[in-house]
């Protein structure tokens, strides 16, 4: 079994900056793969970024490619979602996904690809 917990939301203004964090423990194997998802209120959950454990390759969404970073942060072994010039259509609240099976690049964006979920983090933009 895999846990997956996020942490890191809160409010902020727009055009400011936040730092998400997601900490998988329990079993993980080699082909692991994280990811963060989204849902802003009424809307469908959509993919945000993405990152291979085994050999670093990312993949971010273009809505959000030229603000957000995926990084992982290897003395936490965790994965970091830097965001920045938030804007309120940014407002949502957060998933951190894992998958323990290797994922190819062009599905890292489908939830389906994720069995383990954590409870999200709400993150506010405020105008």
């Known amino acids: 079994q895999v846990q997956v917990v996020e942490s890191g939301g809160g409010l902020v203004q727009a055009g400011g900056s936040l730092t998400l964090s997601c900490a998988p423990s329990g079993r993980t194997d080699r082909n692991y793969v994280v990811a963060w998802f989204r849902q802003a209120p009424g809307k469908e959950r959509e993919f945000v970024a993405a990152?291979?454990?085994?050999?670093?390759?990312?993949s971010v969404a273009d809505s959000v490619k030229a603000r957000f970073t995926v990084s992982r942060d290897n003395a936490k072994s965790s994965l970091l979602l830097r965001m920045s010039a938030l804007k309120p259509e940014d407002t949502a609240v957060y998933f951190c996904a894992a998958s323990i099976r290797g994922v190819i690049l062009s599905a890292l964006s489908s939830e389906d690809m994720y069995k383990y979920w954590g409870q999200g983090t709400q993150v506010t933009v405020s105008s």
């Open positions: 990152f291979r454990w085994y050999d670093r390759q990312t």
